[in-house]
């Protein structure tokens, strides 16, 4: 399988982006998902994550209440909506994708290693 990201782009602090994944060769509706960022000279850093099932989400304290994980089971895509957005959002996202034969339907996966497949990511540039 493979991911493809897009919805990137430059916004000005305090708006929204949405972040879509996609997958070719497979349907995600088979894959938890998470999404990770990059921010300019720092490390990769967990950002949300989403179970198979679509039942269970879980968020980094830093996007916790302004970014929501969804679904899209008949699209076969998973959503990243980014409301209130701040020059600090600043950075490449990826979506990551873990096969449901090694978790749980209703378990997320927050680590970076436990995903075999990643996308390309997209730029999301937030001006201040």
């Known amino acids: 399988v493979q991911l493809v990201e897009s919805g990137g782009g430059l916004v000005q602090a305090g708006g929204s982006l949405r972040l879509s994944c996609a997958a070719s060769?497979?349907?995600?509706?088979?894959?938890?998902v998470g999404w990770f960022r990059r921010p300019p000279e720092k490390e990769r850093d967990f950002v949300a994550a989403?179970?198979?099932?679509?039942?269970?989400?879980h968020y980094s304290d830093p996007v916790k209440g302004r970014f929501s994980l969804s679904r899209d089971s008949g699209k076969a895509m998973v959503f990243l909506q980014m409301n209130s957005l701040q020059p600090e959002d600043t950075a490449v996202y990826y979506c990551?994708?873990?096969?449901?034969?090694?978790?749980?339907?209703?378990?997320?996966?927050?680590?970076?290693?436990?995903?075999?497949?990643w996308g390309q990511g997209t730029q999301v540039t937030v001006s201040s």
């Open positions: 990551a994708a873990l096969g449901s034969n090694r978790i749980a339907p209703d378990a997320v996966a927050t680590l970076a290693p436990l995903y075999d497949t």
């Open positions: 989403i179970s198979v099932s679509g039942s269970t989400t």
């Open positions: 060769g497979d349907t995600i509706n088979t894959y938890a």
